[in-house]
DNA sequence: TTCAAGACCTAGACTTAATCTAAACGCAAT
DNA sequence: ATTGCGTTTAGATTAAGTCTAGGTCTTGAA
């Protein structure tokens, strides 16, 4: 963190006062997909007294920037993901736990046949069970 | 509705009960992707004495005795489906509407590769907007 | 028919995620 | 120092969903 995340954020019109370049170090960084609410606790421990609804504006305007991605995958809950390019998602169903899936690694088909529907983007959803290999690398 | 749709309940393991039949009679038949809450709002214009409650606690229990399936697609909100098999969806990112595609309309290749992954099931999670045709055949 | 037991339902309180609001803060430019 | 604007804060509010404690209905056996 530091100055690098502050030019990440001016790089994307984000003017980056110190609640926002703390929540960049947590969320930008991790390969995880976590909550709003777990960016709040996370950040909470170097930043105690920066409030919820500064997290969440922070967040959506993360959002809103393109730095990052907003999914809503399993169990009714919102997550964020710093990776934004195309990628696929795996769910644990045993740990609920959402990994990212490399976009070469599926391939979809037919998807110009959709006659009725004008398609913007898509991805594959894949359930199962991660492997401790999987687990370790994510 | 009526005694067609208390054999189904019957059939599922479930004692029809006024509530239950009421319930069903609505999200067994429709293809939309009502919330619960939508369910609720629905049911109660003809069963006024309804409680959220019992709504909930239904719609749960269908899902269990594999009626329904719940998803959480879009927006953090939770839907009812009541096409069981497997199929894919598209999302109308103008209304929020959602719609299922048939298993054939998309193939999904190389998914025996995931190596670290152990897959359950998967679908493809379309997004874009319905043309008139498709949002009438809905 | 009556009764007890169990299943089912109800209203409302509670929890949690998320947003909104109004006031306060902080900093840049004057 | 002062003004002004963008940002942050605490707490209220909304909405989705669950839980609880008690009430009602149904069923089956006496």
């Known amino acids: 963190m530091g100055p690098r995340t502050a030019n990440l954020l001016r790089d994307a019109g ?8 703390a929540v960049a170090a947590y ?3 991790t390969c995880d997909h976590p909550t ?6 996370r950040v909470r421990k170097s930043f105690p007294m920066i409030s919820r609804a500064t997290v969440y504006n922070t967040l959506n305007l993360f959002v809103k920037k393109g730095l990052l991605r907003q999914y809503t995958l399993a169990d009714g809950k919102t997550v964020f993901d710093a990776n934004v390019g195309r990628h696929h998602h795996f769910i644990d169903e045993r740990t609920g736990r959402i990994y990212d899936l490399p976009w070469e690694a599926l391939s979809v088909a037919k998807l110009d046949s959709l006659d009725g529907f004008e398609v913007r983007e898509y991805h594959v959803v894949v359930r199962g069970r991660a492997k401790s290999a999987a687990r370790r690398r994510a």
């Open 14 to 21: 984000i003017q980056p006062s110190a609640q926002r370049v």
């Open 27 to 29: 969320v930008l960084e």
């Open 36 to 41: 709003a609410d777990q960016v709040w606790a």
